[in-house]
């Protein structure tokens, strides 16, 4: 059995191969008829010929319409036909499974994605879709890629959690308890876990003890939020990526972070031309020169405090008033890194009572070791920090922000036992599809989108 991508890359006029998948078109003329077939290998289609003596050929053609399974078996041979190179006559062929044409929903005619969003199951057939997916795993496989060639070790963080990272108390709560029969005040002590616990928001602080045994580490797996919100940027369920460092600072954590996104960017153009292609043509036409901006332009680097001086400097009207100390918003990170630089933008040192609590303080008392990296389209893509590696400051900083130590214990252990200064960053793996994809809606770059209201499947 060959896949067609190998078949329009590697194969001959004159080979006998058998090949399987799905009816996408059929087309009867009174000798032959031609079959359009996909595998989901590649975004092309493989034509398929059917003679009319072959074996009850006119019995196959009434099973045979969009939607339908086959397997075939025949000779490659040079197409005539404009867009592609070869064609497959049959000589046998196998039916798997048919699809009524009155019932099948995904007929040849361009489906809206509110639409598709509808039939889940079904939607990864489609073009767009199916593109997304294979940028998705070369996006994927590109990304373990980069950290195991420089010697990171890919830790697997716990899904199930007691400890809120982030502080943001939108968490999904993990219970065996009967809700049912629950009434007044819940103990939590008679739990599964014996105490609460939750979907995890970040594998981050486990990232954190991992990296303080081994040095480079990273996750990559899913992390979820309870936010109510129903926006083309959020998901309750969505993959993250998020390596820790020992023995770095902030400029070596910017450092990993831009050559990150230049080698994911790189991977995709060189494994899926002929999907980026389609995305430029038919989604959003600057995705390729998105990409070579990203690939191309050494990052621009900027504090925090200078942005925002670039920011009222610029004479924009934006929604969101500037001023140092408030937290930047998209359309601010969109202004600076779109019309101002035209390329990304590493921001760096941000007022401590807009960031979190682990974030390394600054000499200033007033500024943070973070980072953002901010993109043309989307804003923030990366954001990061070198972590507070001091005791002292570090429980100061958890008393200022009313995290009970007893909580966090184990965190403070890791600065009483052989700390060391380290840093990492966090990267949602949906909104990176996004910008390579120009797709506009994060429910279109994940197989099944978990979404107030919605977990089918």
Known sequence: MRRIAEIIRRG????????????????????????EVNDGSCLSNLQIILESNLGEYETLLKRLNTGASLQVTGILSTSPSKGQNLELKATSLIVYGEADPQDYPLQKKRHSFEFLRTIGH???????????????????????????????????????????????????????????????????????????????????????VMAMAFSNVYTFGPTFRAENSNTSRHL???????????FCDIYGDQDLAESFLKEIFKSVLENCQEDMEFFNERIDQSVLATAENIINHQFARITYTEAVELLLKSNK????????????????????????FKKPVIVTNYPKGIKAFYMRLNDDDQTVAAMDILVPKIGEIIGGSQREERLDILEKRMLANDIPASE??????LRRYGTVPHAGFGLGFERLIQLITGMANIRDVIPFPRTPGNAEF
């Open 12 to 35: 001959k006029p004159g080979e006998e191969l058998t090949v399987a998948g799905w009816v996408r078109t059929k087309r009867e003329l009174k000798e032959f008829s031609f079959l």
């Open 122 to 208: 079904l939607r990864p057939r489609t073009n767009t879709i199916g593109a997304v997916m294979r940028v998705r795993n070369t996006a994927a496989n590109a990304i373990h890629k980069f950290f195991q060639e420089r010697g990171f070790l890919w830790i697997q963080s716990p899904i199930i959690t007691a400890s809120d990272c982030e502080g943001a108390g939108e968490m999904f709560n993990v219970t065996s308890l009967d809700l049912e029969r629950l009434t007044g005040k819940i103990d939590y002590s008679q739990d599964f876990f014996g105490k609460k616990a939750y979907l995890t928001v970040s594998g981050q602080l486990e990232a954190e």
């Open 236 to 246: 309750a369920e969505f993959w993250m990526v998020e390596p820790e460092m020992a």
């Open 317 to 340: 009207t934006f929604e969101y008033p500037v001023e140092w100390g408030v937290d930047l918003q998209s359309e601010h990170e969109r202004y600076l890194a779109e019309e101002l």
């Open 408 to 413: 966090l214990w184990w965190y403070l252990d």
